[in-house]
């Protein structure tokens, strides 16, 4: 992915620094740099899921590395994006045992529809559709991840529904607290 | 029906709870071995059940946990490798999703056993809604009392966190998984050292799969002895199945080992026989790293034994017409799949998910993704397969992981089986135009095409 050079606005808040120094005690003293990975996540969730190099080196400074050791992590795990990626990213897994059930044809749909091809951002911002790798999800197939979340046994139905949930602002990406 | 040691509380509601998992018997085996056992005695047991690795590599849980090092005086870390991403595996998710407690009650008696007084959880970051039901139930375990300082008045203490990854197969390797704990890029590391002599932060540690560990609890409240009973020879126990692809019905499965592929196939307390009933044309028993097998040699062996699901079993004949029981991802393949397609897809997989240390995985894998890609587009030239097959040939055995091996078995395995298929797809282009060539022409139909241009 491509480094952006779209000023990102930088937010770290109350709240934010709070979990970040939740997340630092789970590591010995010494071992800050550990929590380099479980902070990404927290601080790229809430700056619109994604990681401006301002933002990396605010982590290297909070965490007290060098920013390359932020730079390297960030470039290397699929999770991590360097550049804003629209508001809802639909993830499809596409490996063989969804391949198999269809999530080919559901992805090409879903790009259809909003208009896009894989990887592009729909002009308002909103939507982005790509292919990723296996999810752990192979007997719930077809499937994409939302967010923190999962949406499994997909038909087109579904995804209409899900398009039309996201547009009337009733995704929650991140949801904090879990419901049975 | 098959006893349940894993599952068996599975769906009795409310059971993601500490409250409801207690009054279930939970934590029961934490307070058996901190009150009456030694660490070592913990260590008996699980040599004794013959647990044997439940992540893929099958390696015997306690002997693994003999190697830890004791004398160098260091910390000891226990990590659980929750970083399920092989395709096909879906079935640790369950495991944390429905009884997360089941696996905290695991890390916990493995902990004390092993002498480790900080143990984590390493769960892929995909499945960050897990990682939330973990954190959730490790807050409920700490104010419970089986967690911190002076556990049950023992003198015995455990820090247990969870820690997310970000998006990378390589991770599941335990070196790699270890790099990424440090908060670095998930490199394996070359061995020796091993993780047991220095691994978290170079401390003596142990890394075992989320059902491993999940196992541990039963055995140390039933004993080894009474595991070891269940399942055939060495493969003892239960395991965890999850099952996709063309088969009716797909989702986990706990299974005692020994049960034949025939019976698990198609009884209806598991998957049921095929999906819409087509013809099985191809089974992955063990994820997507294990050789394919032909319809003809997944009941049968090549011998012409009945097929179990065991270690040994599937293992029968070797590459040559054998598998692996791996990690459990059963994939199964109706007479619709293109082997040539499903091929390219694994191998753009393992070059997606190559971490680039290595030569011949990083390149090698490219060039198998490239080449099964042009071969499937109809674009293949006849000597394409043997290029195919020299390029696994020559990333198998010469990584520091056992990706490289993982992304060659596949491949190796399609050729070995299904080489015609590859033939039809280079000698008959026009025929493999539309990407679902075989929903409408079963290959089987086609098949003669291939056997005719032989004999000319």
Redesign the interface.
């Known amino acids: 992915m491509e480094v952006s050079n779209i000023k990102q606005v930088i937010n770290i808040d109350e709240r934010l620094t709070a979990r970040i120094n939740e997340l630092l005690s789970?590591y010995?003293e010494d071992?800050k740099?550990?929590?380099?990975?479980?902070v990404?996540?927290e601080v790229q969730d809430a700056h619109d899921n994604w990681l401006s190099v301002e933002l990396q080196d605010r982590v290297a400074e909070i965490?007290g590395?060098q920013p390359i050791?932020v730079y390297?992590?960030v470039t290397?795990?699929?999770?991590?994006n360097q550049q804003p990626i629209g508001k809802y990213m639909f993830e499809f897994c596409?490996?063989?045992?969804c391949?198999?059930?269809g999530a080919?044809d559901l992805m090409e749909y879903t790009c259809t529809k909003l208009g896009v091809k894989e990887g592009e951002v729909t002009p308002d911002g909103m939507f982005r559709v790509v292919g990723v790798?296996?999810?752990?999800?192979?007997?719930?197939?077809p499937m994409m991840?939302l967010g923190?979340?999962?949406k499994e046994h997909l038909t087109k139905e579904k995804i209409d529904a899900i398009i039309e949930d996201c547009r009337a602002g009733k995704v929650d990406l991140?949801k904090?607290a879990?419901t049975? | 029906m098959g006893q349940k040691i894993l599952l068996e509380h599975a769906n009795v509601p409310g059971i993601k709870t500490y409250e409801v998992y207690r009054q279930h018997g939970g934590y029961r085996s934490v307070e058996k071995a901190l009150k009456s056992m030694t660490p070592d005695e913990v260590v008996e047991e699980v040599k004794t059940s013959g647990l044997r690795g439940r992540g893929g590599a099958g390696f015997p849980t306690g002997m693994k946990w003999s190697f830890i090092d004791k004398k160098s005086g260091k910390p000891r870390h226990l990590v659980c490798n929750a970083d399920e991403s092989e395709p096909g595996t879906f079935k640790d998710r369950y495991l944390m999703e429905y009884i997360p407690h089941l696996l905290i009650e695991g890390m916990i008696t493995s902990s004390y056993a092993l002498g480790c007084n900080l143990s984590y959880i390493y769960i892929r970051g995909e499945y960050m809604w897990v990682f939330r039901i973990l954190e959730t139930a490790i807050k409920e375990a700490y104010a419970a009392g089986w967690l911190g300082k002076n556990i049950l008045g023992t003198g015995y203490d455990l820090d247990l966190y969870v820690h997310c990854g970000a998006g990378a197969y390589i991770c599941g390797e335990e070196t790699a998984l270890i790099e990424s704990l440090e908060g670095k890029r998930g490199n394996p590391r070359i061995k020796p050292p091993f993780p047991a002599v220095s691994g978290l932060w170079a401390n003596p540690t142990v890394v075992n799969n989320v059902e491993s560990i999940a196992a541990v609890p039963w055995i140390v409240n039933n004993t080894g002895a009474e595991y070891a009973k269940i399942g055939i020879g060495r493969s003892t126990g239960t395991k965890l199945i999850s099952a996709s692809g063309h088969c009716k019905n797909p989702g986990v499965y706990e299974i005692e080992l020994g049960l034949s592929v025939d019976e698990f196939m198609n009884s209806d307390e598991y998957l049921g026989g095929m999906m819409d009933d087509r013809p099985l044309k191809a089974l992955v028993p063990g994820g997507s790293s294990v050789p394919i097998l032909p319809a003809n040699l997944i009941f049968k062996t090549a011998e012409g034994n009945d097929r179990l699901m065991t270690y040994e079993s599937l293992s029968e004949g070797g590459f040559a017409t054998g598998s692996m029981l791996g990690s459990g991802g059963f994939i199964v393949y109706n007479d619709t799949t293109c082997i040539v397609r499903n091929t390219w897809n694994f191998s753009r997989f393992y070059h997606h998910e190559s971490c680039g240390q290595c030569s011949p995985c990083r390149e090698g894998t490219g060039w198998l993704e490239k080449v099964l890609h042009r071969i499937e587009n109809g674009h293949g030239r006849e000597e394409d397969i043997e290029l195919l097959w020299d390029i696994q040939r020559k990333i198998e055995g010469n990584t520091i992981c056992p990706l490289g091996d993982a992304a060659a078995w596949p491949v190796a395995a399609a050729i070995r089986h299904f080489r015609d298929e590859f033939e039809y797809h280079v000698r008959f282009p026009e025929k493999i135009k539309n990407k679902d060539h075989f929903v409408a022409e079963p290959f089987e139909k086609v098949k003669h095409l291939v056997a005719k241009q032989e004999v000319i």
Do not use: N
């Not at chain 1, 740099?33 to 479980?38: D, E, M, Q, V």
């Not at chain 1, 290397?76 to 991590?80: I, L, R």
């Not at chain 1, 596409?94 to 045992?97: E, M, V």
């Not at chain 1, 790798?133 to 197939?141: D, H, T």
């Open positions: 789970h010995p071992k740099k550990s929590a380099l990975l479980p990404l996540h965490l590395i050791e390297e992590v290397f795990y699929t999770m991590f596409r490996t063989s045992c391949a198999v059930r080919e790798e296996c999810l752990g999800a192979c007997g719930y197939a991840q923190d979340y999962y991140h904090q879990i049975e």
